[in-house]
């Protein structure tokens, strides 16, 4: 039986066919390629990036509210504790080490939330500079919707500046008052006199102010921009929005810069004879050169 040129020809496609494999993504036999975990196969997209963004800056938002709360605390002074004259915010930062315990030794619970809250600086960091490499790779990848430049022109465009700024003051922060390094006056435990101690000194004290106008920037765009990558805009809301990221942003921007203020002012003065030797800071040493 003879084939004419036309049946040659077609079996020649059909087997060119077969032999490159299926064409599609559906064709593919199942297990034949592993696929991501969902959670780092939605980060590999430019949403799910900015889900993340949107997560760690709420958590950031928190820290950084709550931080500010805390620290409101110089300002009450002298109390008495347990029959000690101690300031309030050094038997502030005492209650935090002694946080879940005996559920978890002296001071664990602190890390855990100090490691949790770096984790998510880090992963912000990433979110940022890889949303950035895929707007530069492809085109401009837009938010859920469009964003209203009049509202947040300035702080939109120089998110990228604030952004390092504050993880740099942030590193300076953690050195100065956390682990003593840049602070010549530092006392383990002597919160109130640290301050004193650090923001006493001018150069320092225009440091903090200009990196808390940053950081008040920062937050002012950041707010305004997470209801957009989360999903949560309505135009009917876009005042609200706006209203929220402004006054959360002022009244970060105005606690944090009034401690430097004050302090140079001299409404925040560390006196020594105002306290008794206090057991906190005995307690904090001794836990800290336990093996």
Same mark, same amino acid.
């Given at each position: 039986?003879?084939?004419s040129?036309?049946?040659?020809?077609?079996?020649?496609?059909?087997? &060119?066919?077969?032999?490159?494999?299926?064409?599609?993504?559906?064709?593919?036999?199942?297990?034949?390629?592993?696929?991501?975990?969902?959670?780092?196969?939605?980060?590999?997209?430019?949403?799910?990036?900015?889900?993340?963004?949107?997560?760690?800056?709420?958590?950031?938002?928190?820290?950084?509210?709550?931080?500010?709360?805390?620290?409101?605390?110089?300002y009450?002074?002298?109390?008495?504790?347990?029959?000690?004259?101690?300031?309030?915010?050094?038997?502030?930062?005492?209650?935090?080490r002694?946080?879940?315990?005996?559920?978890?030794?002296?001071?664990?619970?602190?890390?855990?939330?100090?490691?949790?809250?770096?984790?998510?600086?880090?992963?912000?960091?990433?979110?940022?500079?890889?949303?950035?490499?895929?707007?530069?790779?492809?085109?401009?990848?837009?938010?859920?919707?469009?964003?209203?430049? &009049?509202?947040?022109?300035?702080?939109?465009?120089?998110?990228?500046?604030?952004?390092?700024?504050?993880?740099?003051?942030?590193?300076?922060?953690?050195a100065d008052?956390?682990?003593?390094?840049?602070?010549?006056?530092?006392?383990?435990?002597?919160?109130?006199?640290?301050?004193?101690?650090?923001?006493?000194?001018?150069?320092?004290?225009?440091?903090?102010?200009?990196?808390?106008?940053?950081l008040?920037?920062?937050?002012?765009?950041?707010?305004?921009?997470?209801? &957009?990558?989360?999903?949560?805009?309505?135009?009917?809301?876009?005042?609200?929005?706006?209203?929220?990221?402004?006054?959360?942003?002022?009244?970060?921007?105005?606690?944090?810069?009034?401690?430097?203020?004050?302090?140079?002012?001299?409404v925040?003065?560390?006196?020594?004879?105002a306290?008794?030797?206090?057991?906190?800071?005995?307690?904090?040493?001794?836990?800290?050169?336990?093996p």
């Amino acid at each position: 039986m003879c084939w004419s040129r036309s049946h040659a020809t077609n079996f020649w496609a059909m087997s &060119q066919t077969l032999s490159r494999g299926p064409v599609s993504g559906t064709a593919v036999k199942a297990g034949s390629r592993r696929r991501k975990p969902f959670l780092l196969d939605l980060y590999g997209t430019a949403v799910g990036k900015k889900y993340v963004m949107a997560i760690t800056g709420i958590m950031g938002i928190g820290f950084v509210v709550g931080h500010m709360v805390g620290n409101l605390k110089v300002y009450l002074g002298v109390v008495e504790e347990n029959g000690e004259l101690v300031y309030d915010i050094d038997h502030y930062a005492h209650f935090l080490r002694e946080l879940l315990m005996p559920i978890l030794p002296y001071g664990y619970a602190l890390w855990i939330l100090r490691i949790g809250l770096i984790a998510a600086i880090v992963l912000h960091l990433h979110a940022a500079y890889s949303l950035t490499v895929l707007n530069r790779k492809a085109r401009p990848v837009r938010y859920q919707s469009a964003r209203d430049y &009049q509202v947040a022109s300035f702080a939109s465009r120089s998110m990228r500046w604030t952004g390092i700024l504050v993880v740099l003051f942030i590193a300076w922060h953690l050195a100065d008052l956390t682990w003593g390094w840049l602070n010549p006056d530092y006392v383990y435990g002597e919160v109130y006199r640290n301050i004193d101690a650090s923001l006493s000194r001018v150069p320092v004290a225009i440091l903090y102010i200009a990196a808390n106008i940053a950081l008040g920037i920062h937050l002012f765009h950041g707010m305004w921009s997470l209801f &957009q990558s989360m999903g949560w805009n309505n135009p009917r809301f876009n005042k609200w929005r706006r209203s929220i990221a402004t006054g959360l942003a002022t009244v970060v921007v105005v606690g944090n810069v009034s401690f430097p203020i004050m302090t140079l002012a001299g409404v925040i003065e560390y006196d020594e004879t105002a306290v008794t030797h206090s057991a906190y800071v005995e307690a904090d040493v001794v836990e800290t050169e336990t093996p």
